[in-house]
């Protein structure tokens, strides 16, 4: 079987876990966190990190923290995994969505002024799968309207828009090290920002909002969100990998392309746009109309010749959840509709070697031939 991801775990990570049994720190109070946050940090060119246990987490310490709540509006993707509108709905907030852009599968960014009403707190972007959001209209629309700006980037570590790296893009932006991102900590996640206050104020609530100067004493809501000295040793391990990975899933990008050249049964994620070449955090397949079957199909018999796949996300207009509460009732997104159906995944990790992603080539054209 040819996994869809599989970690590389072959640098410092065994020296650093070592050294956490070593010295017995394995919780969160251990010296890794601190390293880990100032590295990830400044390598986003960021002035402060805040770890967290995962990249879901990290979202809804960002929406509390940005003091959004009951009755406000955040505009976001409808393509994107459902930890995003999860948060908004979380805080009482209300999640307003906007389609894909077909050749991108980003947000459409043409669609959000349209989607802005007095209530409208800020922008959620969420660069997804390889590219980033075209930033630059986003942030003038933020600007303009004295929106606030979340920056979902746990698909981009070590990706840049004009030369400025993702997650140094949002008012707060935020990290996933789930073992399918480019680095992971097995579970993991990270709050960047640049403003003091909001910083703290991620602290607080990663640790349940203790008072600094009166312990087990509350004036807040908090949660237990921190990360452990042990996934902190990782995270540090793979950082120092970060422009090898990124060169690696570049590479892998590039034969994918190359061999899925000429198909005219798929389309692709683009290779690059004006602002920004794709990094591949996963490679993904678009079924045209002209293939008869969809893509559950399409990973039924993938599967069958031992090659895993994933599919794309669901729209979070389409999710039952959101319709019991009686959101998005009536609302299309035609774009996102078909990706979702048509789109799904093959091996993308990054110990995925050439060899084996020459054989998922060639499967997936017997498959569709
Ligand atoms: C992976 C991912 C998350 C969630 O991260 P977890 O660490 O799995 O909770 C959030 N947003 C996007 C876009 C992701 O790809």
Redesign the pocket.
Known sequence: MIPVNEPLLNGNEKKYLNECIDTGWISSEGPFIKQFEERFAARVGRKYGIAVC???VA?DASIVALGIGKGDEVIMPTF??I??AAAIVRAGAVPVVVDADPQTWNMDVSQIEAKITPRTKAIMV?HIYGLPVDMDPVLAIAQKHGLKVIE?A??MHGQNYKGKPCGSFGTISTF???PN?HITTG?G?MIVTDDEQLAERCRSLRNLCFLPYKRFVHEEIGWNFRMTNIQAALGLAQLERLDEFVGRKRAMGALYTELFSGMTSIELQQTRTSYAENIYWVFGLVLKESVGFDAEEAMKRLAAKKIGSRPFFFPMHEQPVFHKMGLFSGERYPVAERIARRGFYVPSGMALTQEQIRTVASTVHELLS
């Open positions: 995962n990249g879901s979202i994107t995994i930890s995003c969420v979902d746990a698909e996933s090290f789930y991102k579970e996640g």
